[in-house]
């Protein structure tokens, strides 16, 4: 997605960095040599990546920035996780540590056959072999699925930028802006995807908008279709055009009409030089008249921090596990243990998808499907008290993506613990008669590991949270810019007028995980439960009868059997239990997955794109284990959606037993988003979260957070006057003062090392 760089913004951006970025605490200890082998690649093992290809003739590498189009670069570089087998050879038996490889992606584009080729490169951290990596089915990659670079990017500007001289006078007269020879109060665009209607196609719809504060929320009517399939730039070409609702065949025929006054020019007000509408800028005023300009409540650490973070491990009372956060993607967990037993080997985010509809030509083609734009990526700076506590651990990261070397990302990922504001347990035992027998309770605690993926207009805040209890949270909100385009009575089939000349079009969300359960080891088989309802004779009362729920459970052999897609209800307990291990009370040892969402399907089933996404059909569908199934989507669905790379319903169609298996649970969330006024300018948190939960179930003996030694407990001394308690606690009585007067602070730079 382009962004145009103006030359005013840049003495703001080099005063804002020239102090450059202050480091972000590290941790103190290094990390665990187990939890290492999940570990991103540090900048040193990325820079040696690189060297090493760049250095083999056979390859014929450039650097990705500048020069032609039509050559062969190195696009991506990050971990290769080890495989499983291996992994828990040296994680559970002292095995040989599993050898360190990244995954290198490079587009050969200066060839007759132009492709795309994975690299498994190692050992890290000094390289000396490289062997590509196949696809299942040992599929290649089209070069037309590749993920648009910066420097496509700045050569389709410079081809909409001499397209879009012919109608210079109608942009300056209808907006006060442009776009050829421009320094200030410019046109700049966002393009639209899947990129054409067939594989094979490089056609991008791209969206003119007022480079404004919230550009987004300021499209000027006019969209441009541009064929830039050919690696030759100068052979890319204007298509069609749309505006204010009539399609043109060239640049030309728009300009005609207008200097003829056939034209119906929609000329759009002045935006104003304080208070746009699409600002942060605060306006209006509450009735209530409580403050607002001092600070609210905040989140503080009495006693200092309770968790800990050693490299990529993190631990937190009953919790252990591995972390990284790969730019393809985004967070994946690795190794999550309580109390020393292992409950996953992999929990992680495999895909984001927003789905369409309009009557302009953009956005009735825009299907975003975000691992294509780098979702793992565009991970920038959290700002501290805002997008997490002030008191949080700020870790930075290193991505190499479209780049010539590692990009530093400061405070990218942050740990925190957060107060929930509501007890974990708690209970009144009341005497009924004004008194009670006593009170106790668990003040509500959970860690939250969180990162953000800014995707162009929105932004996905991702957080997994640990709770003293054994259940972790899966959870994404959506907050941003809604995607909108120009108005015109057809839209509001679509969606909702936000503004004068803009519509918010209808969309629906979809997030996809992955949940690699090892329910007290990897053999795992899964059942559902739910309620159904008995009409018994009533064994008290003769000639009664009961009616009253049992429970009815239904063992889920195959893989066609565990897969449950929208449309059909889904049974309310979703188990995976170890048929061989018990508790103390006779129960499988199992893990639930509630989920927290209203998702439904963004196209019919087999539809064009929807083939590209074929992981959206399901709530959730269990899989048995395999290495070659190891990601649900891939970065080239985005421009390849018809004929994509990994066939989602491929995992499912060969029906595999799933009974004391090594299992996979793919969770699918989301929700149907209406764009409304009060989306204006941002869309809000509040309602727009979804995730899902894995909550144990019979796989203790009792709650485990009976270990924590944050309770109350007030029982009475004197009943039934009541003068005297007895107050029971294991923390210290007052939990003193929270926060420090460190000033804010914020840089937002993020650059090559």
């Not at 012919?166 to 899947?194: K, M, V, Y």
């Not at 690696?231 to 060239?250: C, E, M, T």
């Not at 932004?459 to 809604?482: C, Q, R, S």
């Not at 049974?571 to 995976?576: E, N, T």
Request: charged fraction near 20%; aromatic fraction near 12%; proline fraction near 9%.
């Amino acid at each position: 997605m382009w962004l145009l760089r103006l030359a005013w913004a840049l003495p703001m951006l080099a005063m804002a960095s020239s102090s450059g970025p202050s480091p972000s605490p590290s941790p103190t200890e290094l990390p665990p040599d187990k939890a290492s082998i999940f570990a991103d690649l540090s900048a040193a093992e990325l820079r040696a990546v690189r060297t090493f290809l760049m250095s083999r003739p056979e390859l014929g590498l450039s650097p990705s920035r500048g020069g032609p189009l039509a050559k062969n670069t190195l696009f991506l570089v990050e971990l290769l996780p080890p495989k499983k087998r291996l992994a828990l050879r040296y994680l559970d038996h002292g095995g040989r540590r599993p050898r360190r490889q990244a995954r290198a992606v490079v587009f050969f584009g200066g060839q007759a056959e132009p492709n795309i080729t994975e690299f498994a490169v190692g050992p890290l951290t000094r390289p000396s072999s490289y062997r590509p990596l196949r696809f299942k089915g040992s599929r290649t990659v089209p070069f037309t699925a590749r993920p648009v670079t910066q420097l496509e990017y700045e050569l389709l500007h410079g081809v909409l930028a001499q397209a879009m001289e012919p109608l210079h006078r109608l942009l300056l007269d209808a907006t006060g802006f442009w776009f050829h020879n421009c320094s200030q109060r410019c046109l700049t665009f966002s393009d639209i995807a899947p990129r054409g209607l067939v594989s094979g196609e490089r056609r991008s719809w791209l969206v003119l908008q007022r480079f404004v504060e919230g550009f987004f929320l300021h499209p000027v009517g006019l969209e441009v279709l541009v064929d830039h399939r050919d690696p030759d730039p100068r052979r890319w070409a204007v298509q069609r055009l749309w505006y204010n609702g009539r399609y043109f065949s060239s640049p030309q025929e728009l300009a005609e009409r207008y200097e003829r006054g056939t034209l119906a020019v929609a000329r759009l007000p002045e935006p104003p030089s304080q208070q746009l509408f699409s600002s942060y800028e605060p306006r209006g005023h509450f009735t209530t008249g409580t403050p607002t300009g001092v600070h609210g409540a905040k989140v503080c650490e009495p006693q200092g921090r309770r968790y800990r973070v050693r490299g990529n491990q993190l631990e937190y009372g009953g919790w252990s596990l591995a972390f990284r956060l790969r730019s393809s993607a985004g967070l994946q967990l690795f190794n999550l243990r309580f109390n020393g037993e292992r409950v996953a080997y992999e929990v992680s985010v495999q895909e984001a998808i927003a789905f369409y509809g309009g009557h302009t030509p953009a956005a009735m083609q825009t299907k975003y499907m975000d691992a294509g734009w780098g979702m793992g990526a565009v991970t920038y700076e959290l700002a501290r008290g805002i997008d997490c506590p002030e008191v949080a651990t700020y870790l930075d990261v290193h991505h190499f993506y479209d780049a010539d070397g590692p990009v530093r990302f400061p405070r990218a990922i942050c740990i925190f613990e957060l107060p929930t504001g509501v007890p974990i347990r708690r209970h009144f035992d009341s005497d009924f008669q004004g008194g009670f027998h006593f009170y106790a309770g668990l003040e509500g605690q959970a860690l939250v590991l969180r990162t953000t993926s800014t995707v162009y207009n929105y932004d996905y805040i991702w957080d997994f949270l640990f709770y003293p209890n054994g259940v972790m949270e899966a959870k994404v909100h959506a907050t941003g810019f809604i995607h909108a385009t120009f108005y015109t009575p057809q839209g509001r089939r679509y969606g909702s007028r936000v503004h004068s000349h803009v519509l918010g079009n209808l969309h629906t969300h979809l997030v996809h995980y992955k949940v690699d359960l090892d329910v007290a080891g990897t053999g795992n088989s899964f059942e559902t439960m739910d309620v159904r309802f008995e009409n018994i004779s009533n064994p008290w009362s003769p000639g009664a009868r009961v009616v009253q729920p049992w429970l009815h459970r239904q063992p889920r052999h195959s893989e066609c059997q565990a897969a449950f897609p929208f449309g059909t209800a889904l049974p309310r307990y979703l188990l995976f239990y170890n048929p061989r291990r018990r508790n103390r009370w006779g129960h499988a040892r199992s893990y639930r997955i509630q989920h927290s969402s209203h998702a439904g399907p963004v196209l019919p089933r087999g539809w064009q794109e929807e083939e590209g996404v074929s992981w959206g059909r399901y709530h959730l569908a269990v899989t048995r284990r395999h290495e070659n199934e190891p990601t649900s989507s891939s970065i080239y669905a985005q421009n390849d959606p018809w004929e994509p790379l990994v066939s989602f319903e491929g995992f499912i169609r060969n029906n595999e037993s799933i009974d004391d298996q090594d299992l996979v649970a793919w969770v699918t969330v989301g929700f149907l988003h209406v764009p409304h006024a009060e989306d204006i300018p941002n869309t809000a948190t509040p309602g727009n979260a979804v995730g899902f939960f894995l909550r144990p179930f019979n796989f203790f003996d009792e709650d485990p957070s009976v270990a924590s030694h944050s309770p109350v407990i007030v029982r009475p001394l004197d009943p039934p006057t009541f003068s005297r308690v007895e107050i029971q606690r294991w923390t210290p009585a007052s939990p003193g003062p929270c926060i420090g007067p460190e000033p804010f602070t914020y840089n937002g730079t993020y650059r090559q090392e």
